[in-house]
C-alpha cells in the first residue's frame, strides 16, 4: 500500500523558517518525480515544487521561488521542503504527492505563519 | 497566461449529468489532469491525461480536451460525488491548479 506522511507542520512567526518532511513507503520512491502542493483555509490547490527522480531537477512555484528548497533522499524513502522568510500568506495545509500524475497524496501538514 | 480558469459552482440532480470546464492556453500543448477532493480529505486523481481513468475511479467520470478547453464530465452524478474539483496541468517546468470547481448533488 502506497503510503505518504507528511510532518514537521507548526506554528512559525513571520521571518521564521520551517523544514517539512514526506516519508513515503510502499513503491519505488527513487523511480518517481515528487511534489508539494498547498491550500490555504478555504481556499483551492497551488502548486509549489516538483523535484525529478533523481533530484537533478527542481521546479518552483512563483510565490515561493528563492524562498523554499526542495530536496529528496531516495536511500531514506524522503522529501522535504525547506521554508525560509516565511509570510503570513503561506499558512497553509502543505501535501506531498507522488509522480507526474500525483497519483498519490499524503494527508498534509497544517504550517501557520502568524506572530 | 497560466491561469486556469474553472466555474466556482454546478449543481446538478442526482443521476443527471455534469460538466466542468476548464480553461487556458495551456491545453493547447499539455495533457489536463483532474482531482476531486470532498470536504477535510486529500484530493484524489480522477482523470489523467485528458481522458484515462485510474483503477478505481467508477466509468461515470470522464475527460475530455479540445484546444484550450479541458471538460470533466460525471455521467449519472450521485451524492457522493459532491466535492470540489480541480484541473490541473505540466509543463516541462512549471505546473498550475485551475481554480476549483464546487460540484453539488441536489
Known amino acids: 500500500e502506497v503510503q505518504l506522511v507528511e510532518s514537521g507542520g507548526g506554528l512559525v512567526k513571520p521571518g521564521g523558517s520551517l523544514r517539512l518532511s514526506c516519508a513515503a513507503s510502499g513503491f519505488t520512491f527513487s523511480s518517481d518525480s515528487m511534489n508539494w502542493v498547498r491550500q490555504a483555509p478555504g481556499k483551492g490547490l497551488e502548486w509549489v515544487s516538483s523535484i525529478t527522480s533523481t533530484g537533478y531537477d527542481i521546479y518552483y512555484g512563483d510565490s515561493v521561488k528563492g524562498r523554499f528548497t526542495t530536496s529528496r533522499d531516495n536511500a531514506k524513502k524522503s522529501l522535504y521542503l525547506q521554508m525560509t522568510d516565511l509570510r503570513a500568506e503561506d499558512t497553509a495545509v502543505y501535501y506531498c504527492?507522488?509522480?507526474?500524475?500525483?497519483?498519490?497524496w499524503g494527508q498534509g501538514t497544517l504550517v501557520t505563519v502568524s506572530s | 497566461s497560466d491561469e486556469l480558469t474553472q466555474p466556482p459552482s454546478v449543481s446538478v440532480s442526482p443521476g443527471q449529468t455534469a460538466r466542468i470546464t476548464c480553461s487556458g492556453d495551456a491545453f493547447r500543448k499539455t495533457y489536463a489532469y483532474w482531482y476531486q477532493q470532498k470536504s477535510g480529505q486529500a484530493p484524489v486523481l480522477v482523470i489523467f491525461e485528458d481522458n484515462k481513468r485510474p483503477s478505481g475511479i467508477p466509468e461515470r467520470f470522464s475527460g475530455s480536451s479540445s484546444g484550450s478547453m479541458a471538460t470533466l464530465t460525471i455521467t449519472g452524478a450521485q451524492v457522493e460525488d459532491e466535492a470540489d474539483y480541480y484541473c490541473?496541468?505540466?509543463?516541462?517546468?512549471?505546473?498550475?491548479f485551475g481554480s476549483g470547481t464546487t460540484v453539488a448533488v441536489l
Open positions: 504527492a507522488s509522480g507526474v500524475l500525483l497519483d498519490q
Open positions: 490541473y496541468s505540466v509543463d516541462v517546468t512549471k505546473r498550475v
